[in-house]
Every structure is written in C-alpha cells, then in structure tokens.
C-alpha cells in the first residue's frame, strides 16, 4: 500500500520561503516520477512541478524561476522549495506520482501566504 505524507507547510509573508518534504513508503521509489499539486479554495487541483525518475524537472508557468522541486531516492523523498511566495500560492500542496496516481493523494500540507 502506497503511502504519502507531506509535511513542511505553514504561514509565511509574500515574499518568503518554505520548503516541503513528501516521504514515500509501499512503493519502489527511485523508478516513479514525483510530483508536487496544490488545490487552492475554489479551484481546481492543479500541477505543480514535476520530477522524473532520471531527474528531468517540469514546473508550471506560474512557479517557474521561484519553485524548485528535488529527490533524494535513498530517503524515498521528494522536496518543493518555494521561494519568492505570492498570496496567490496559498494552497493545499499535495505530492503524488507524476503522472498522478488516482489512489496516491495523501492529506496535505496548507500553504498560506499573506501579510
């Protein structure tokens, strides 16, 4: 059984910085890619970054240059740095296998970013 739990979420100012882990067991890590999602109020869960299991990077448009998303496969765990936050990056984050599994979703971590 595949579990995922993400934790590194929190409150931050515009502007700053957080960074999220997501640990991985039930599966054979270093084979999958990995993705950060978030679901902000009202809308729809959305992509986030993605990373493949020979370490090709994707973002989305809308956190490239500020995200930055990492593995370490010895630790079945996959990262998000987020730099740069906006109030717009409030959100949900999930992490899920990239592409995303439909029985993967884990309870996520809340992102707030406000003053």
């Known amino acids: 059984q595949v579990q995922l739990v993400e934790s590194g979420g929190g409150w931050v100012q515009p502007g700053g910085s957080l960074r999220l882990s997501c640990a991985a067991s039930g599966m054979i890590f270093s084979i999958n890619g990995m993705g950060w999602y978030r679901q902000a109020p009202g809308k729809q869960r959305e992509v986030v970054a993605g990373?493949?299991?020979?370490?090709?990077?994707d973002y989305a448009d809308s956190v490239k240059g500020r995200f930055t998303i990492s593995r370490v496969n010895v630790e079945n765990t996959v990262y998000l740095q987020m730099n740069s936050l906006k109030p717009d990056d409030t959100a949900v984050y999930y992490c899920n296998a990239y592409p995303f599994h439909r029985d993967y979703w884990g309870q996520g971590t809340q992102v707030t970013v406000s003053s």
């Open positions: 990373i493949t299991s020979g370490g090709r990077t």
